[in-house]
């Protein structure tokens, strides 16, 4: 094999790892453009969800492109408690980045969300990773939203035990 195509393949190589790196980088949409796919693996995300609800936080999250955090609040539910928030504006077709802390209980093994109805009609769930004590995703919001719509979460403990949340996405 020549030097030159050895070269041209070593380049190509380099290109497509550097386009994979800088497309799985941010929190931004999949290059199809399918937000509700895409989810973050523990780390990979380059800022703060610490939800002390600072100032400094709420610019943060305007310059990563979420919008201001909107706490939509905490609760008891089954052996959890449970608390949410929303970046940004809830819009139609549009996808929506939410974090959820849970605490107390079981192990939580898998926590999804759906914006809509209970029984998830028309809806897509997203399915979170764990952050740092935090899950989160970003969540795609059905188009047309159903009348009354709420964030609803999921939470799968070890043993498949499952138990369901809803908050007010105090639009």
């Not at 980088?25 to 380059?46: I, K, L, M, R």
């Not at 609040?73 to 929506?96: I, P, Y």
């Not at 028309?122 to 939203?145: C, F, I, Q, Y």
Request: hydrophobic share 35%; with cysteine; net charge negative.
């Amino acid at each position: 094999m020549s030097i030159e195509r050895n070269y041209l393949r070593l380049t190509a190589t380099f290109v497509a790892a550097t386009a994979l790196c800088a497309w799985s980088a941010g929190c931004g949409e999949s290059s199809n453009g399918n937000s509700a796919a895409h989810t973050h693996a523990s780390g990979e995300h380059d800022h703060d969800h610490d939800h002390d609800h600072d100032h400094a936080h709420e610019k943060e999250m305007a310059e990563d492109g979420h919008g201001a955090t909107v706490e939509l609040g905490e609760k008891a539910v089954g052996e959890f408690q449970v608390k949410a928030s929303r970046d940004g504006d809830v819009k139609a077709g549009a996808e929506l980045p939410v974090d959820i802390w849970i605490t107390g209980g079981p192990k939580v093994v898998a926590v999804r969300f759906w914006i809509g109805t209970e029984d998830a009609k028309g809806s897509m769930k997203a399915k979170a990773e764990l952050e740092r004590d935090n899950w989160h995703t970003h969540g795609e919001v059905p188009s047309p939203m159903p009348t009354g719509s709420m964030l609803w979460i999921e939470i799968e403990a070890e043993g498949g035990l499952k138990t369901v949340a809803n908050f007010d996405l105090k639009m």
